[in-house]
Each structure stands twice: as C-alpha cells, then as structure tokens.
C-alpha cells in the first residue's frame, strides 16, 4: 500500500527528497504543470529512484471554460474548449481514448489513467460521458499488448455524493466491468477554501465508494488530490493516496483549473501535526509552544527537528520545503500502520480523532485560538461520516 | 395464468411417435409430461395461447416469443448444469379446442430441490457448495450468452437420481439485460427468490448476471439452514419487498452451527442488497466456494 506525491506547479527537488527520505512511495504527474519535453526525463528520475510513476493526463481540462491548462495544449491528446459536442458518438469518444492513452505508452509508467471528464451529478450528462470515457478505455486497453494495468479515471463533484440511490446505480454500472482492474478516483471539493473539512455526508458516500471498489470488489483504486482525508481512503479500503505539496494538490477544485485574474498570495507557513490531525499554521504553532504544550502537537517525524532544535517554532529556519516534506512525513508514519482490516482501521482512526478533540479542547482551554482552516471542525464531521459509513456498510 | 387442459390421448394424437405420457407438474404458465418418444424419456411441456392466436402471427404472441427465447437459450447453453432441449422442437398447434405451443426438454430423473429440502431438511456443507458451483455453471453459461436467469430458485433445480448433481430448469423467464423489470403478476412465493433490483419498477439498476447470484444465494441460504432468509407463510407481499431490499438476514450459521463461518461470509454476500455488493466476476464466486471446501 502506499501513499504519492500529487504533482503540481514548482516541484523543484522536493520529489527527489522525499523519494530519498522514503516518505513517498511514488508520484502521479501532472501533464499541466510539466512541459512535454521534460515529461520523460521526470517519470525516469522517479523509476531510478524506485518509485511508481503515473501520468494524471488531466484531460478534464479541456472541458473547462476558460481553461488554465498551462503546458496541456502542448500535449497531443489535448485539445482547448472540449463541449458536449466533442463526446458524442463512439469514434469521437475512442479517438480521444486512443490519443490519451498511446501518448501514456510512450512514457515508462506504472498504470496507464484513463481519460475522463469532470461531473457533479450521477445522472448528468457529462457522467455519462465519464463513464462512456471509462467504458472505451477499457476496450482499447484490452487491445494493446503488454500494456500496464489500467486505472479508470473518475473527477466526481462531492455535490453528486449527496444522493445514495444515484451513487448505487453508478457502483452497480462500474463494478459491471468485468474487466476493470482499477480506479482513480478524484473527489472534486465545492469549498475552494483549504480545510480538512468534508461535510459528513458525503464523506459517508465517498468512503462507501472507495470502500465498494476497493474493499469489496477487490480494484486497486487510488484516490487523487487528498490530504488528510486520504488516511480515511486508505482506511477502507484504497490501495493509495496522493497528496500535493501546495493546497490545490492537496484538494481539488475546478477553480484551480479555471483562468482567473492574476494575483493572490502566498501560503502561509504550516505545521503538520498528526496528534491534530491537520496542518495549523506556524503561528498556531508558536502559540502552543508559548503554553507549553509543543511536545503534544509534534508528529514525531525527522524533519521536526528543524523546530524542536530551534528557541521556538518561529524562530526556526522552518520554511516552504520543510513544511511541505514535513507534511508527506507526518501523513505517511499513520499511512503505513493501516491494514487490510477496514473495521479495524476505522477503530484506530476513531481513536485518533477523539484523541485529537481532547487535545484541541485542552489547547483551546489553554488559550490557543485557531483559525478557520485549522480548527477541529472536521473531527465532528470524520467522526459523523465514520459512524455513517459503518451503518451502510454493515460494519 | 390459465393452464392448457391436455391429455394423453391428445398427446399421443398430436404427435405420433410419443408412446406414453404422464402428467408430472406445472409451473406458472405450463404443464409437464414424462414422456416417451423413440424409446427415450423427454419432459415435454405445454403452455396455453389465446383463442385469438394466429399461427401467422406467431413471431408477434408474448408466449411464442418468451418460448422461442426458453427453447434458444437451451439450444445454446453447453453447461452440464442447465437443461437441454429435447427432440421435438417449438410448435403450436390447436388440439381439443385449445391453441397450444409446445417443446420437449430432456427429461431429468431426479427429484426438485424443492422436494429435497422439505423431505430431507438442511443439506450438508459439502452438498451446499456443491450445489452453488452447479448453479455458479449454469449461471455462467447463461451470462456468456448475455442472459440472466431471473428464476433461480428450489422449485426450478433438479437434483439427478444417479448422483452427478444439480440442473437448473426453465429458463423462460431468462431475458438479455436490457429486458424489462418483471415482479408484477408473480406469485409472493416465486418473488421471494427475486433479487431487490428485480423490484426495481423505474429499470434505474443494472440488471445482470449478479440478480441471479442474489436468488442463488437465497436458495443456498435455504439450503443450509431450511429457512428462507426473508420469506415465512405469513409474509405478506409489501413484507417481503422490504424485507429482500432492507433486511439483513442472520448468519446462516446461527440457524445451523455445523455451517462454517467461510460459508456464512460467501451467502451473506451473495445477499448484498445491490449488484456491487456481491461477486464482480463468477469465478470470484466459485473460488470463495471452492475455498469453503478447501478449509474444511
């Protein structure tokens, strides 16, 4: 089992560390944010390192309008500005499957990912075409001799996760193929606004659906654009997880696909920490160390000596590249304890998020205030969508 | 639905070369006869037309067309475990005022489940994987020809006298997966065998080869505990529609404690509420029941 690295834009050497320091096992590329004539020379540098190498084609892209698709139109399979239009019978849809999938070959990659299409309704239009997109690439896959295995790509709007009866029909139609060995799967998020926040519900469903694929049906499935949600995924049933270094690889949103108006800031400086199950801000950080309680919040990884070493956490040389490996560190130490055992995975992850709540009760008793994205808003909402998921799925 | 009213002697003028014929059951829609035709036992069945019924309309009259399917299905099925058509193919015919279509099956000299397991109660552990893999080849059989069954269930298998296993009879409600969802006009006692997308009257759910694996895991349910998992007498219609789609039946082996827990784990799975709950592949099935005996 294992846990990747979701490529982005600026990736300077942190895969090469990370690789180094074993805290990733792999990477899934983006074509966006890596220009086609370096494409080769990366997937090589991670198969010399021995990790797993996957192409995310973000096809999805061409059907958003305006498109911020960087060094995409460089990409032979796509193309700008795709409408409904551009789906529409069988030679259309295999063509853009052929394209896709013959440029992956030509990469040394683990599994091949399939072309697919972003749809925040099990009942749209654009679904069906998801699953036309699937259904095709499973017959061409089936056609090319020694190819890796395939994964299924599926970019799902978390919105469609509210109805259980249409979420049903899509497993019944995608558990039919009995020739799918696998699924990526990207949960498409309504917030923008970074958080380990997932609304109970439909974080239920997404774990029923990872857990349906994965558990039960035995796919390797891959969830995409995680955080620490992907511990979740990977607790029921996911072969893996991939999780960026910036915000937008670590939750995906349309938006961060959409051409926007230039500007923004930067991030601020964050901390990890695995007994919080979040990533709070430097500053947060600082505010525990001053009450005493820094030993409490450390996930007890190596790069957590850059903090433990200095006066305090501020004062630190802590910074952009130690937080972003810190971060992969701290996700991979809880990813490697999760079993095949779903009910007992659960248990585990049930245990650290009431753990967490006291420790989050004890810190704001203490006088440490947190924001709103590094608050203990998701814990009540996991523990919710635990209890749900449990009551679905018979466990 | 009525039933034709026939008798030997019009058996025996209808078709000549048939010796002898004795009533032995009837289903739904037709009567069964043992019968001998050169030499050889046949099951030789009968279904009833309308007295309206044109023989040069045949291709467009529901009961022709639903046998024409029954009779293709078994001219194409190679398992061992599915029944095959006999010598006298589809016909109809009028004889004592009725219009009739009739077909011969191969005869199957044996006793129905049904029977098995009101006389002689629960089956052995072996007896019951043995079934589900007989049942696990037909399924298969029909699948590879794009078929489900939809009628799986006690009343429908045969076990043979001379020991080589179980059949699966009447495949006349057997439809390619496009067909239509069909729980109106059944009796309650041939619905509880039917799997929750059988009820499903808006044909939002897939229905494939995994409806037949939900009846095969009701028969196997009953065949190892001689209880049905949702049915008793006193169920009423509305009841057993909740109850196929909502209700979590127990373990088998709190019914039955000599049934093993790799048992009890492949039936209850067999009865997962939706397709993608159950087995994806038939082989995944007859491996985990292949297991069940491997770990005894």
């Known amino acids: 089992m294992a846990m990747f690295v979701q490529h982005g834009h600026g990736k300077s050497d942190k895969i090469d560390a990370a690789l180094d320091s074993g805290s990733i096992d792999g990477v899934i590329f983006g074509a966006r944010n890596e220009k086609i004539e370096n494409i080769e020379s990366c997937v090589e540098t991670v198969r010399e390192k021995g990790g797993q190498v996957f192409l995310d084609p973000q096809f999805h892209v061409s059907a958003i309008i305006p498109a911020n698709d960087r060094f995409l139109p460089d990409y032979p399979y796509y193309k700008v500005g795709r409408t409904s239009a551009d789906f529409i019978g069988v030679k259309k849809i295999s063509g853009h499957v052929k394209a896709t999938l013959d440029y992956e070959l030509t990469l040394s990659v683990d599994r091949l990912l399939s072309p697919t299409v972003i749809f925040d309704s099990f009942e749209s239009k654009w679904c069906q075409t998801a699953l036309n997109l699937a259904d095709a690439s499973l017959d061409y896959h089936a056609s090319i001799k020694n190819a890796p295995p395939l994964l299924l790509s599926f970019v799902i709007g978390e919105q469609a996760l509210e109805s259980r009866i249409e979420l049903d029909a899509f497993l019944d139609q995608v558990t039919s193929w009995e020739a799918m060995s696998g699924a990526y799967i990207i949960f498409s998020r309504e917030d923008s606004s970074y958080s380990q926040r997932f609304e109970s519900e439909r974080l239920a469903n997404a774990l029923y659906l990872t857990y349906v694929l994965g558990s039960i049906n035995g796919l390797e499935v891959i969830n995409g654009f995680t955080d620490f949600c992907g511990l979740l995924f990977r607790s029921v049933g996911s072969t893996a997880f991939a999780s960026g270094w910036s915000q937008s690889l670590r939750q995906f949103h349309k938006r961060s696909f959409t051409k926007q108006k230039p500007g923004g800031k930067l991030p601020r400086l964050r901390y990890t920490s695995t007994p919080l199950l979040n990533s709070i801000l430097l500053s947060e950080l600082q505010l525990i160390y001053e009450n005493g309680a820094l030993d409490a919040v450390l996930s007890g990884v190596p790069f957590d000596e850059v903090i433990v070493d200095a006066d305090s956490p501020e004062s630190s040389d802590w910074n952009a590249r130690s937080s972003e490996l810190q971060h992969w560190e701290s996700l991979k130490t809880i990813e490697e304890h999760i079993g095949e055992d779903v009910s007992k995975n659960l248990s585990v992850i049930e245990k650290r998020i009431v753990a967490a709540q006291e420790l989050y009760l004890m810190l704001t008793n203490e006088g440490v205030v947190f924001g709103p994205q590094s608050g203990s808003e998701h814990l009540e909402q996991w523990s919710e969508a635990i209890g749900t998921f449990r009551e679905i799925a018979s466990l | ?296």
């Open chain 2, 1 to 296: 639905m009525p039933l034709p009213n026939i008798t030997e002697g019009d058996i025996k003028a209808l078709i000549p070369e048939i010796k002898s014929a004795a009533l032995i059951g009837h289903g739904g829609q037709k009567v069964v006869f043992r019968a001998i035709y050169n030499d050889q036992p046949i099951a030789l069945k009968f279904a009833l037309l309308s007295d309206t019924f044109n023989p040069e309309n045949e291709d467009i009259d529901e009961t022709v067309l639903r046998a024409q399917r029954e009779t293709q299905i078994m001219q194409e099925c190679t398992s061992p475990h599915m029944v095959k058509l006999g010598p006298i193919g589809l016909a109809t015919a009028c004889t004592a005022d009725q219009n009739v279509l009739y077909f011969s099956e191969e005869f199957i000299d044996g006793q129905a489940l049904k029977e098995v397991l009101k006389n002689e109660g629960p089956m052995q552990t072996d007896d019951v994987v043995r079934l589900g893999l007989h049942m696990c080849s037909a399924i298969a059989d029909l699948w590879s020809l794009g078929k489900i069954h939809r009628d799986i269930k006690p009343g429908n298998i045969m076990r043979r006298a001379d020991g080589t296993g179980y059949v699966l009879l009447d495949a006349g409600l057997a439809f390619d997966v496009a067909g239509e969802s069909i729980s109106a006009g059944f009796s309650v006692g041939t619905m509880a065998y039917f799997s929750p997308e059988q009820f499903d009257y808006t044909n939002r759910r897939t229905m494939d080869f995994r409806s037949d694996i939900f009846s095969l895991g009701v028969t196997l349910y009953e065949a190892a505990t001689g209880q049905h998992p949702f049915f008793s007498p006193t169920t009423s219609a509305p009841h057993l529609f909740s109850k196929i789609t909502k209700h979590n039946p127990a373990p088998p082996s709190s019914l039955n404690a000599a049934i093993p827990v790799a048992l009890d784990n492949v039936i209850l799975r067999m009865l997962g509420k939706s397709p993608h709950l159950r087995y994806r592949r038939i082989d995944q099935l007859r491996e985990a029941l292949a297991q069940v005996q491997e770990v005894r």
